[in-house]
């Protein structure tokens, strides 16, 4: 219920948002309870603060957004940092520390905390960087205007390139040229992407879009774990299916992932209803973007180092796909098969892959009501019940187990005794 109300309160607070332009929603970082903890501790009493939310966090709460990582910037050094919180037996881990950059966490809630910096020089993957006090040479070296507002817990904010006008004004610009942005760290020109197609409420820019076709090879230099990282940032987007609407950025997009030939199928998912719409997964939208009754998957589960839990998921859908065109396949009975020789997740992938394919099929959402109503049948015939009646453990009794099986699950998981009896009569038990 807490949960629900919440969402209800977010999606109030993005509306008005957009309608008003209204920034009231930084009243959700200025009572985290534990942020309030840290800033009291790393800042002095009477003194300008030295510690401020910047980026992401900052972006979300103006938009209304469900807030996952908060990040912190000062003008503290690291060991400054430590040995304030040391003080306060506050855990510090120190994920970055060349970078200057410490994860702390207070109840559980996990802040990063970064020193302002400036960089010295790039090689478009890395950078070597300087601590610095100053906040707008800080700022200077972030990626888009939307990511270098600041604000400290009282809700003060610092905007030195006015993020929060593009915010609202659906603008999506990098700080400074565009070329050098991309040149220092390559895997911007996908940041970009997912920033344009999240909030940007206009055409792209030719003076952003000329560079990043310039430079898309310099993707090839960028780590694939980093290019994947970004990636599934992108495929988690509600919105992702408008990526593919716009013709520079899907021209740029298969120039990077080839493999991304079926994207059209991710047209239909705007026409479905909103209750299925929230159940495609980041990973779904992958297989939805790339899966066909081939393993060419394969390759890119290889190329982007991917789980072998995503690789198997991807391997199962693939699998069932020629399936997908028989009208028998979303019959109740046939998902309650389906269900007990796989899982209620797998049954569900099926039938949300299904729905954005080009066969129609009407009854999808009914489906899935009924896949979470659904009881697992339970095989009522056990290996102790064969050995009670003559068979010895194993090849045979295995066999028999799984003969018995099969006839039970085509008879829709029901099976008679006199079946089960006539089968042993044909066998020879010893």
């Given at each position: 219920?807490l949960?629900?109300?919440?969402d209800?309160?977010l ?5 008005l ?6 920034d ?11 942020a309030?903890i840290?800033?009291?501790?790393l ?6 603060s ?12 103006l ?5 996952d ?7 503290l ?15 510090i ?12 966490i207070l ?5 990063e ?6 960089d010295?020089s ?5 950078a ?15 990626d ?11 809700g ?6 006015d ?18 942005r ?13 920033f344009y ?13 000329q560079?990043?076709k ?6 090839n ?23 593919f609407?716009?013709?520079d ?16 199928r ?11 719409k929230?159940?495609y ?6 297989a ?14 290889h ?11 991807l391997?199962t ?6 399936n ?11 998902i309650?098969?389906?269900?007990y020789?796989?899982s ?10 299904s ?8 009854n ?14 339970k ?13 010895k453990?194993g ?8 003969f ?11 099976i ?6 006539k ?5 020879n038990?010893?």
């Amino acid at each position: 219920m807490l949960g629900k109300i919440r969402d209800i309160i977010l999606k109030t607070d993005q509306i008005l948002y957009k309608k008003f332009g209204s920034d009231k929603s930084l009243k959700i970082l200025e009572n985290i309870k534990e942020a309030r903890i840290i800033f009291s501790y790393l800042n002095e009493i009477g003194e300008e603060s030295k510690v401020r939310f910047v980026g992401g966090c900052i972006r979300k709460a103006l938009t209304g957004e469900r807030i996952d990582d908060i990040d912190l910037a000062t003008s503290l050094t690291p060991d400054e940092i430590k040995k304030k919180l040391n003080k306060e037996n506050i855990k510090i881990i120190d994920t970055g520390i060349s970078h200057g950059t410490l994860t702390v966490i207070l109840n559980n809630k996990k802040f990063e905390i970064t020193t302002l910096r400036k960089d010295i020089s790039t090689d478009g993957r890395h950078a070597n960087i300087e601590f610095t006090s100053n906040w707008e040479q800080d700022a200077l070296r972030r990626d888009f205007t939307i990511n270098a507002i600041y604000a400290d817990i009282e809700g003060r904010i610092f905007d030195p390139f006015d993020g929060i006008s593009d915010l609202r004004n659906g603008k999506i610009k990098f700080i400074g040229q565009a070329k050098e942005r991309i040149q220092e760290d390559y895997l911007r020109i996908l940041r970009y992407f997912r920033f344009y197609t999240q909030y940007s409420k206009e055409d792209h820019d030719k003076e952003t879009i000329q560079p990043i076709k310039q430079y898309i090879n310099g993707l090839n230099n960028i780590s694939k774990e980093r290019i994947f990282d970004e990636l599934k940032k992108i495929l988690g987007l509600k919105n992702i299916y408008t990526l593919f609407s716009n013709k520079d950025s899907v021209e740029i997009i298969l120039n990077i992932f080839p493999q991304f030939k079926y994207h059209e199928r991710l047209k239909k998912i705007n026409y479905l209803a909103d209750s299925l719409k929230e159940k495609y997964d980041k990973y779904l939208i992958l297989a939805l973007l790339i899966l066909d009754e081939t393993n060419d998957y394969e390759y890119f589960c290889h190329k982007y180092k991917t789980s072998n839990n995503l690789k198997n998921r991807l391997k199962t859908i693939s699998e069932k796909l020629p399936n997908f065109k028989n009208k028998r396949f979303y019959h109740k009975e046939n998902i309650k098969k389906l269900i007990y020789l796989t899982s209620k997740e797998n049954v569900k992938d099926f039938l949300l892959f299904s729905a954005c394919l080009k066969t129609k099929v009407s009854n999808i959402e009914e489906l899935i009501e009924y896949l979470n109503v659904c009881k697992v049948p339970k095989f009522p015939i056990t290996g102790d019940y064969l050995i009670g009646h003559g068979y010895k453990t194993g090849k045979m009794l295995g066999q028999k187990l799984k003969f018995l099986e099969e006839k039970w699950i085509e008879n829709n998981f029901i099976i008679e005794k006199k079946v089960i009896e006539k089968s042993f009569d044909k066998d020879n038990k010893y």
